[in-house]
């Protein structure tokens, strides 16, 4: 069996998603799988800069037009292709007549499409698009899903799928993601020009996008909460640049002078930030995942977590939980965390729950699914 990976378009800049292809490549080599990686090419997009406007839909060409015969090509015998995103899961009926793997990381797209999500609105095209994506989930010879809640949204969404097809397979971690104890992580934090973070008043994390569903209003309300009661710390978000509702927020709830930005952070820095933290806070209203959360157990962080069900499930015993729209409820369990023996038995409970998430054993579930899938083909020829 050979297996060939189906990253993304690299002009839409979808980080998380190039960095799953490349891990499952990096980890599908290490355990012995014939594996290459495939993607479809910027050639008519690379004549305009940007997402937007022509630049966007001369990208669409070369994803759906130029892409998929090169996909036919590669589509020996043998073959298994896995799709590493499942908004490209329309290569699935693209793919020569080959056995298909599509991971499902989550389908909040799909259900703001269908009015489902609130947070994920879609346009008319992008209605459209999501539903083509789900034609190609339903064409694919297996789907495994990120989370037992991503997999109830699947087979909700095509209910006459057969839910042997979908397995739940975690995300895996990036081997930067460890615990780097104290020293190293002070000393990464100096290195990237972050000597304010190295020491000092204690500190909360927020990793993540501007999106609505990331919920950072609540983690402000909570913060302002702390403050209040009394606690001298600040609050570092990591991502984007700050929104600029988000700090018309800040500045009314008075807590804008304890806020800091560090954007796009490497991996080395992010690990350290992790580390460093007095707690890592993950307010999220809607998930496929929550790679964040594993990522910060496994460097040793304390998690304080939204209550949601993918959260529940990769987060489990290490982590506190409150609901999503309830930031005095935030703030009761980060006030948890000033009993520093609370605070270490969580870390460890952390420590060992991301055990789960170890690239090489999530890459071993994988090579499973492939072959299931290339049985399942083999089966179904005449």
């Excluded at 409820?329 to 270490?344: G, H, N, S, V």
Aim: charge should be positive.
């Amino acid at each position: 069996m050979k297996t060939v990976l189906v990253a993304g378009y690299l002009p839409d800049r979808w980080e998380s998603m190039d960095r799953f292809a490349a891990l499952l490549y990096q980890g599908y080599r290490g355990i012995g799988l014939d594996t290459s990686l495939v993607r479809p090419g910027p050639r008519l997009g690379s004549m305009r800069r940007g997402g937007a406007g022509l630049g966007k839909w001369l990208g669409y060409v070369d994803k759906f037009v130029l892409f998929p015969p090169e996909l036919r090509r590669a589509a020996a015998p043998g073959v298994v292709f896995h799709i590493c995103d499942h908004s490209n899961s329309m290569y699935a009926l693209k793919a020569g007549n080959r056995p298909t793997v599509v991971t499902v990381h989550d389908l909040l797209a799909v259900l703001g499409a269908l009015g489902l999500q609130p947070d994920c609105p879609a346009s008319f095209l992008g209605r459209r698009l999501q539903r083509w994506i789900l034609r190609g989930l339903a064409a694919a010879t297996m789907t495994p899903c990120v989370s037992t809640a991503t997999r109830q949204d699947l087979l909700r969404l095509i209910p006459d799928r057969d839910p042997g097809l979908s397995p739940v397979v975690p995300d895996p971690l990036a081997p930067e993601y460890r615990d780097i104890g104290p020293e190293a992580a002070r000393e990464r934090l100096i290195r990237a020009g972050r000597e304010g973070l190295a020491g000092g008043s204690p500190w909360l994390l927020h990793v993540g996008s501007n999106q609505p569903r990331k919920n950072k209003p609540a983690l402000l309300r909570a913060l302002a909460l702390r403050v209040a009661a009394g606690w001298d710390g600040r609050l570092v978000l990591a991502g984007p640049r700050l929104d600029p509702a988000h700090d018309t927020l800040a500045r009314e709830l008075g807590v804008r002078d304890r806020l800091v930005v560090v954007e796009g952070p490497d991996n080395d820095t992010l690990a350290a930030l992790y580390a460093s933290c007095h707690a890592f806070c993950f307010p999220s209203r809607a998930e496929g995942f929550g790679w964040p959360l594993a990522e910060a157990q496994a460097c040793g962080a304390a998690v304080v977590s939204t209550a949601i069900a993918p959260c529940r499930e990769v987060a489990a015993g290490g982590a506190l939980y409150h609901e999503p729209d309830e930031p005095a409820e935030l703030a009761a369990r980060l006030a948890e965390l000033a009993a520093p023996e609370r605070r270490a038995a969580l870390i460890r409970a952390g420590l060992a729950n991301a055990r789960r998430f170890e690239l090489g054993s999530v890459c071993a579930a994988y090579r499973d699914v492939c072959l299931r899938a290339a049985e399942l083909h083999l089966r179904k020829r005449p």
